[in-house]
């Protein structure tokens, strides 16, 4: 447990995140070990890869969250989602998943974290009618960009932001890709490959 602790603490070094939220984000971790094995929500089984590969890899988002109503398509076992959340407990979070074994490990995630500012939704993003629309739509490991942006364009709100966490830079995604966008590198602590950040703006009609 100390080397979680150690290796969580290294990676969010620059995040300067109160004590709370560390334990929260640890335990977290605890609980995708657990499930894990029963539900096969990841292909990492070390729970200090973990902390690199799930937690601090969410968090290198954290700073390009806009707005305060956030969609995370394609959650799986609540990531990024649920790192973000716990860090940005003044934003809502909408997680969506069409997997339901993976929705009812997030459902529970949520109850035991004591998570108030997320809800889960079980659901192909395609089918989704949300109330409310989303000021930021993010997704990681998804699909291409092209699909992506049409697969989720109906969720932003007019000011909404699309963000797709890639590893290396999808160059032919990009060439394909009818909107304007930029292209963010990621550094990763204690993650050596190549991460960016696609971040699309909702095209302004008329």
């Excluded at 934003?91 to 339901?100: A, E, G, I, R, Y």
């Amino acid at each position: 447990m100390d080397s979680l602790i150690t290796r969580l603490n290294a990676g969010l070094a620059d995040l300067a995140l109160p004590e709370p939220q560390v334990t929260c984000l640890l335990a977290f971790i605890k609980l995708i070990e657990k499930w894990n094995k029963a539900y096969n929500l990841t292909a990492v089984r070390d729970p200090l890869e973990m902390v690199s590969l799930h937690i601090v890899d969410s968090l290198a988002i954290l700073p390009y969250l806009h707005g305060s109503r956030v969609a995370d398509i394609g959650t799986g076992a609540g990531l990024p989602g649920i790192p973000l959340a716990i860090c940005r407990p003044d934003c809502h979070f909408t997680l969506v998943d069409s997997n339901s074994k993976k929705t009812r490990f997030v459902q529970q995630a949520l109850l035991e974290l004591k998570l108030k500012n997320v809800e889960v939704v079980h659901s192909r993003v395609e089918l989704l009618e949300p109330a409310e629309l989303f000021s930021t739509v993010l997704c990681r490991a998804f699909a291409s960009m092209p699909d992506i942006l049409q697969l989720t364009g109906h969720l932003l709100a007019e000011d909404g932001v699309l963000l797709a966490m890639k590893g290396q830079q999808p160059e032919q995604e990009l060439i394909d890709l009818a909107a304007t966008y930029s292209v963010i590198p990621l550094t990763v602590p204690g993650i050596d490959a190549e991460r960016c950040l696609i971040r699309l703006e909702k095209p302004k009609h008329g």
